[in-house]
Every structure is written in C-alpha cells, then in structure tokens.
C-alpha cells in the first residue's frame, strides 16, 4: 500500500513491530528475548567489576551473570553499585555496551535523569504550544532538580491530558527507579516490547494505517520482506545486485554489475547501494567496521557518491562516520552494534 504503515504481529515466532513505507520495509523491531536478557533500553543495577587502564571504560556485572562495559570510568572504583542503560548489542564473546546516561522513553515525552532542563522538539513551530509544554514540564519536574525532560514532536498532535498523564508516569518510574541504587546485579527496568518501541520511535509522523493481530506480518507482506533480509544478496536494479556478509572482524558489501561493466553501469549501481546501504545495515542488524567495494567507476565521481551516503545516513539513529577511502579503493564506515543480527534472531546463526 502507498503511504506510512506500522504493522505489529510476529515473525520467527516472535512478537515484532514493522514500518512499511509504501509497500517497502523500512525499519522492524524483533523481540530477544531468547538471546539476551538484556535487550537495549534495559536498566539496570549493575557491579563495577574492573577498570581499564589507558581505555578510560570499566568492566561491570550485570545481572544474569552477563557482563557489561562502560566507557566512562570517572568517580568509579571497583565493588561499587551504579545504575546503568543498555546501548547495544554485544558480539559474540564480548561484553554489552552500557551507558550511564539512562533515559525514559515515551512517545510524548522522554524524562532525563542527569541532565536537568526543559526542551521542546524543534519540530514544534507553534510559541504558545511551546510556552505551554514548557510550564507543563516545569510544573511537573518542581522540586527534582536532576530530571530533564524533553518533549517529542508528537506531543504537538497530542490531547494535554494524555501527554500530562505520561509525563507523570515517566517521572513517578525514574525516581523509583533512580532510588534503588544499591544492592546486587538486578534488572530494574525491562527493554521495551516490539509494540510499545514501535509508538514511541514511529508515531510522528502519524501513521496512515495500523495493521495488528497474529497474521498482520502475512497480510502485509511484512513477513516476505523480513525473510528477504536472510539472504546475503540483495537487487540494486539494472542486472545490477550487491552482496552483504557480516564476518568475524568486519561487513563486507560487493557490488556487481552483472554482464555491463562499464563506468555508467557502475557508478549507477554504485549510486543505487549508497541509497539503500543505511536501510539494508538498519534491517539487517549489522554494525561495527564495514568495508564497501564498489564496483569500478572513475576516481572523479567519487564526490557524487558520498554525497549520496551522506544524505542516505543522515537520519539514521545509530552512531554513524563515514571514514572515507582507503589506498586500494574501498570505502570504510564505522556504525555502532545498536541491534542483535537478523540472522542469529533468526536461528541462521550461532550466538
């Protein structure tokens, strides 16, 4: 179908969200569940375990006897209690990636223990709504001078009473969650389920079609665009396709443009991956190093092609730099782990 439609069901058996723009899938959330017990957005009670020396990052405890890397160690010693939020998805073998600064996400509002102020999206243009959210923020937050708050886009659409009736709750589970510093490893705040993620990031813009029960993946075509992502080959167009194989130390892309090799043909399927590369990485649940060869063009439209990647990457989420070109050609881009691998949710891969 044409337009914004979020559809939430289950795919490999379990509960997921999907965003389908105009018939093409462009973002999915899959439960984990069955891989890690914490999933990112996840906070917790963790031990710092030990430090790093010449890294700045400590080494924590966490609960389910999993362990967890910090990289701000300042004020920290070892045995000590600290709160903190998962920001990732750990490699095989490797300790998950945690963050000190926590967050309380809702889809109108997202409280901000640490970092005391009140903000309003950008987005939102109208000065007397802006006036009103901030008194609203402001009256609510009297007196806990270590909250923040800032107000989402979404809030511009909203009912004052319902952006009201989250905001208190956000607040009342931060400071519950913010008192219960010392102790043990213990998970205080499960990561989000697929459908509650799902409205809270993909609610503005308002969707033209919500699609939900066990089916919808089916129905939708969701599931078939999922499954899609399990092969490591994908269609540029033109004859042209690409190649992504996520390996021990790195992703690799290859593009290749079939039987027309010539300059054309690759800077048009050159052009064709840059556009789709931040969405295939995104779907696919791949991050870390990732090297492109792309297919033969002439050194001069190079320009063109990162200009292509820059805009294809400028919205996404995940911590992204475009490093640039190495001596033999390849093109390397560093994107934070923030997902767990299609594959492995899958079952495709070992954990």
Known sequence: MKGRQIVLGEVFGREAAALMQDGQLDDLIIDTGHLTPLGPGAVCRARVDRLVKGQGGVFLRLPEGESGYLRDRSGLREGQSVLVQVSGSAEDGKAIPVSSRISFRGRHVIVTPGMPG?????????EMLRQTLQDLGTAATEGMQDLGLVFRSAAASADPDEVAEELNGLLELAQNVL???????????????????AWNDWAEPEPDSVEDGPNAFELTGATDAVESLLSTR????????????SLRALVAVDVNTGSD?????GLKA?????????RQL??????????VDFAPMPKRDRGT??????????AESSETVLIGWTAMGLFEISRKRDRLPLRRIAGMEAR
């Open 118 to 126: 009140i903000n309003v999206s950008r987005r939102i243009k109208d």
């Open 179 to 197: 008192a219960d510093r010392d102790g043990q490893p213990e998970l205080l705040l499960d990561s989000p389920e697929p459908a509650v993620a």
């Open 234 to 245: 994908f269609d540029l167009g033109g004859g042209a396709w690409a190649e992504i194989e």
């Open 261 to 265: 090799h010539s300059p054309a043909a």
């Open 270 to 278: 050159n052009i064709a991956l840059a556009r789709d590369l931040a």
């Open 282 to 291: 995104r779907l696919r649940g791949l991050g870390g190093q990732v090297v």
């Open 305 to 314: 092609l990162e200009q292509v990647l820059r805009a294809a990457f400028k």
